[in-house]
Nanobody, 121 residues
Framework: QAQLVESGGGLVQPGGSLRLSCKAPRMITSVFNPNLMAWYRQAPGKGRELVASVTPDRINNYADSVKGRFTISRDNSRKTVYLQMSNLKPEDTAVYYC????????????WGQGTQVTVSS
């Protein structure tokens, strides 16, 4: 089973920025590269929400709540997916997870531990 390792979270003030990373150290490149990769988040007391996705051809999609503020990207040579977050708001506070998506847009692998993002003054 693939291992996904998220990092880069922290405490930031409203309007600030963070860059999250998701690495797949145990996944071989030929498996990683064809995957549609995505970032999710789960706020306290809420369900897990799909935030952004990037196709193997680097076509991006975003939830309306983050459009214009978040940018997803991938580095296949490093088996890593990034989420650049700017103009952060308190409502962005959540644990952020990455995963690959199946052809029916369902999470493909077991969830990692995620990385906590807290936006507060």
């Amino acid at each position: 089973q693939a291992q996904l390792v998220e990092s880069g979270g922290g405490l930031v003030q409203p309007g600030g920025s963070l860059r999250l990373s998701c690495k797949a150290p145990r996944m071989i490149t030929s498996v990683f590269n064809p995957n549609l990769m995505a970032w999710y988040r789960q706020a306290p007391g809420k369900g897990r929400e799909l935030v952004a996705s990037v196709t193997p051809d680097r076509i991006n999609n975003y939830a309306d709540s983050v459009k214009g503020r978040f940018t997803i990207s991938r580095d296949n040579s490093r088996k890593t997916v990034y989420l650049q977050m700017s103009n952060l708001k308190p409502e962005d506070t959540a644990v952020y997870y990455c995963n690959a998506l199946t052809t029916t847009n369902q999470p493909k692998y077991n969830w990692g531990q995620g990385t906590q993002v807290t936006v507060s003054s």
